[in-house]
């Protein structure tokens, strides 16, 4: 069953569409990378799945239901952000108890565990806490919930690495025992690329790629070499990304469909084939399109003055 079907989706924000004609979908109990830079679109659209917002144009269902307003969709999914408020009257512990009585598949134990385990003062209050605790907290709400569908958005605001390493070890943990579909949206992407089944990147509001993480592992490779040599092997290609180097070299991120016969031929050039990280590739896929080049560039042009 898809957990998530998305056809054609718009937002609009002053003026500004914020989603493009988003269309994709998710099947039920896989974690998914969803992956963009700051300002394409991603807390948008995951707002939108969880129904806290309303779509433009589109379609847009959750488990059969259209999200917003839904209180089917609402019972069983969970947002979780760094932006989440709790009421202050209540401690950590009596925010615990309560999510027993709201999500129906509340795993109470695992909640007090970790609560334990990340050294939570029962006594304390939520807006007490500082944004790496709060981030620790909000995360032990969303694993406890074993919500159908989970959404961390930035869940590791604050956190330092020790800690982020046990969350990504507690998430997969508690999803290997108890699957559920979970969309996870990161600027740690290198650090969390093991936990993805599959990779949602967004640019400027649109869809660049939606494909297994097995597969954007192996989707880019990278060749260097003198321009005038590696150009020739640039035809019929799907260049990705090209970057010109010092002493009339280049580094190209084409497709990888190279065929054995023309790898030797660029080995024998003396063109180096290398691979590509996978969030290195989502970083070149994501890069500005309008002519600004790259930093480098402004001290260069700095140094012209």
């Known amino acids: 069953m898809k957990a998530i079907k998305c056809r054609d989706l718009n937002k609009r924000f002053y003026r500004k569409n914020a989603l493009n004609d988003l269309s994709f979908s998710i099947e039920e109990n896989k974690i998914v990378g969803v992956i963009g830079r700051n300002g394409a679109g991603k807390t948008t659209l995951l707002k939108i799945i969880a129904g806290l917002l309303k779509e433009k144009s589109g379609v847009i269902e959750v488990y059969g239901r259209r999200p917003f307003n839904n209180l089917f969709v609402s019972a069983n999914t969970i947002y979780i952000d760094d932006a989440m408020n709790f009421p202050t009257a209540l401690t950590l512990k009596e925010i615990l108890e309560e999510g027993k009585r709201f999500y129906h598949q509340w795993d109470h134990e695992l909640a007090l565990r970790l609560f334990d385990y990340f050294g939570f003062d029962s006594r304390r209050h939520h807006n007490e806490l500082s944004k790496g ?3 620790t907290f909000n995360m032990i ?4 919930s074993r919500s ?8 590791t605001t604050g956190m330092d690495a ?6 990504y070890r507690a998430l997969l943990k508690d999803y290997l025992a108890h699957p559920r579909t979970i969309l996870l949206s990161t600027h740690h992407f290198e650090e969390m690329e093991d936990l993805f089944e599959e990779v949602l990147l967004i640019h400027e509001g649109m869809l660049s790629l939606h494909m297994s993480m097995d597969d954007l592992k192996e989707f880019g490779v990278g060749i260097t070499g003198k321009k005038d040599v590696v150009d020739p092997f640039l035809n019929e290609k799907d260049v990705l990304w090209k970057k010109e180097q010092a002493f ?12 054995d ?6 080995q024998d050039e003396g063109v180096q084939v290398s691979p590509v990280k996978a969030n290195d590739l989502c970083i ?3 890069e500005s399109q309008h002519g600004k080049g790259s930093v480098d560039d402004v001290f260069d042009r700095s140094a012209d003055v």
């Not at 709400?141 to 406890?144: H, M, Q, S, W």
């Not at 159908?148 to 869940?155: H, K, M, Q």
């Not at 020790?162 to 969350?167: L, P």
């Open 133 to 135: 605790k709060e981030s």
């Open 141 to 144: 709400v969303g694993l406890a």
């Open 148 to 155: 159908p569908l989970t959404i961390f958005d930035e869940p």
């Open 162 to 167: 020790a800690v982020r390493k046990d969350f």
């Open 248 to 259: 009339d070299t280049c580094y190209t991120v084409i497709k990888n469909d190279l065929t």
């Open 261 to 266: 016969h023309e790898y030797r031929r660029m």
């Open 284 to 286: 070149y896929l994501t």
